[in-house]
């Protein structure tokens, strides 16, 4: 390989795993300081908790947010994410890092008003977006995005050729919710105001076959949860070319559920991992997503290999941001989007380094994205971490 490239230096980097970079396929880094919110129990009663802590915070501290979340996935070894918020601030978190991504403006509502002024604010934001950033639009969720501005915004002309993401199929008070039979979920939206989405079909409806009644599903989408599906919701998934998003520390916490990976995999899904926010105790920590994601299989007993973990973590990501033909692997053709991770004490370089690479005390050291260094012994490179985390700590107080 050196021969082939004479004219570059040769560093040595003692004993590491060298990996494709982590890919983070759903995560909120406007959110990285909402960490704490009550619990529930159960989804909707935590989105009431998260809902009321938002009024009362309003918009601040959304850029400080956004920066403290790049910086905390780019420490955890994320070369590549897929960030939505109501600002689209990951735009210039990402950019500054120089960590690849997909940002994605969130909408809600209902009306088809809203979509000339997303379409104004993702144009302001594309010309803003580095090289390595994309801005795409996430309808929020089909309970707080109804079938009209779903349609509305699959049909502009922009729009509806950037990327898409959004909530899919998370909590049974979802399923209350869209179909109208009221909830946690229900209440937890009436109380800020905005009364949850229908999409109308035959009583007993997955979500899923909602949303593909009503022509939601589309190429590329990134489904996020995907959580409570029907057993046809798989076969309709794949057909639809939509993208799962596995977030197994938020399900596990907010007590959602098991997303039903084995029938996802059977049905031939595209299935990366998503470490949603802090909101609900995600840690922008794709490692940490996947050794969750064992956990949450294993209990019932098919708990998927280090191996199989490992590609979650890296080209299943890659694949669902359809940006597998330039990274989520080490091969050549391929951008040097890479992570060297010291094994945990007594590991060594002998086992199975999947096994080693995502082990809770391995220590990611090193990433680069393009074969530019971002973390450097553990210290982010292009990013001022010091100063962000002040300017954190300060918009913190603001909403404490
Ligand atoms: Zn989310």
């Known amino acids: 390989m050196s021969s082939a490239h004479p004219d570059l230096p040769v560093e040595d980097l003692g004993d590491v795993l060298l990996a494709p970079g982590f890919v983070d396929v759903h995560c909120h880094t406007e959110w990285s300081l909402s960490g704490g919110i009550a619990p529930g129990p159960g989804f909707g009663r935590?989105?009431?908790?998260?809902?009321?802590?938002?009024?009362?915070?309003?918009?601040?501290?959304?850029?400080?947010?956004?920066?403290?979340?790049?910086?905390?996935?780019?420490?955890?070894?994320?070369?590549?994410?897929?960030?939505?918020?109501?600002?689209?601030?990951?735009?210039?978190?990402?950019?500054?890092?120089?960590?690849?991504?997909?940002?994605?403006?969130?909408?809600?509502?209902?009306?088809?008003?809203?979509?000339?002024?997303?379409?104004?604010?993702?144009?302001?934001?594309?010309?803003?977006?580095?090289?390595?950033?994309?801005?795409?639009?996430?309808?929020?969720?089909?309970?707080s995005v109804g079938p009209v501005l779903w349609e509305a915004l699959a049909a502009h002309e922009v729009l509806g050729r950037v990327p898409w993401t959004t909530h899919v199929a998370e909590s049974v008070d979802e399923e209350l919710a869209i179909a109208g039979e009221g909830g946690p979920l229900t209440e937890a939206m009436l109380a800020v105001g905005a009364g949850p989405r229908r999409w109308p079909a035959t009583r007993g409806a997955s979500v899923v076959a909602r949303m593909?009644?009503?022509?939601?599903?589309?190429?590329?989408?990134?489904?996020?949860?995907?959580?409570?599906?029907?057993?046809?919701?798989?076969?309709?998934?794949?057909?639809?070319?939509?993208?799962?998003?596995?977030?197994?520390?938020?399900?596990?916490?907010?007590?959602?559920?098991?997303?039903?990976?084995?029938a996802l995999d059977a049905a031939g899904v595209i299935v990366g991992l998503g470490t949603d926010s802090p909101g609900s105790a995600g840690a922008y920590d794709v490692r940490a997503e996947a050794r969750a994601c064992e956990v949450l299989h294993g209990a019932t007993g098919s708990p998927?290999?280090?191996?199989?973990?490992?590609?979650?973590?890296?080209?299943?990501?890659?694949?669902?941001?359809?940006?597998?033909?330039?990274?989520?692997?080490?091969?050549?053709?391929?951008?040097?989007?890479?992570?060297?991770?010291?094994?945990?004490?007594?590991?060594?370089?002998?086992?199975?380094p999947h096994e080693a690479l995502l082990r809770a005390d391995s220590r990611v050291l090193h990433s680069w994205v393009a074969g530019e260094a971002l973390l450097r012994d553990g210290e982010a490179c292009t990013l001022d971490a010091g100063r962000i985390e002040a300017l954190a700590g300060e918009a913190r107080r603001v909403l404490c």
């Open 304 to 352: 998927p290999s280090p191996a199989r973990l490992v590609e979650l973590a890296t080209l299943g990501g890659a694949r669902a941001l359809g940006l597998d033909a330039r990274i989520g692997s080490i091969e050549p053709g391929k951008s040097a989007d890479l992570v060297a991770v010291r094994p945990g004490h007594g590991t060594g370089l002998a086992g199975d």
């Open 46 to 143: 935590w989105l009431r908790a998260f809902l009321e802590g938002m009024v009362v915070s309003g918009w601040s501290g959304h850029e400080a947010a956004a920066d403290l979340g790049v910086l905390a996935a780019v420490r955890a070894g994320t070369t590549t994410l897929c960030d939505q918020g109501p600002l689209g601030c990951g735009v210039d978190a990402a950019t500054a890092a120089g960590v690849r991504a997909v940002v994605c403006l969130e909408v809600f509502g209902e009306s088809a008003d809203r979509v000339a002024p997303l379409a104004e604010r993702v144009a302001l934001l594309a010309s803003r977006a580095g090289p390595r950033v994309a801005v795409g639009i996430s309808p929020h969720a089909p309970y």
């Open 212 to 262: 593909a009644a009503g022509g939601a599903l589309r190429d590329g989408l990134v489904a996020a949860h995907c959580v409570r599906l029907a057993p046809d919701d798989p076969a309709v998934l794949a057909a639809m070319g939509v993208r799962v998003a596995h977030c197994p520390v938020s399900n596990s916490r907010l007590g959602c559920g098991r997303m039903p990976l084995e």
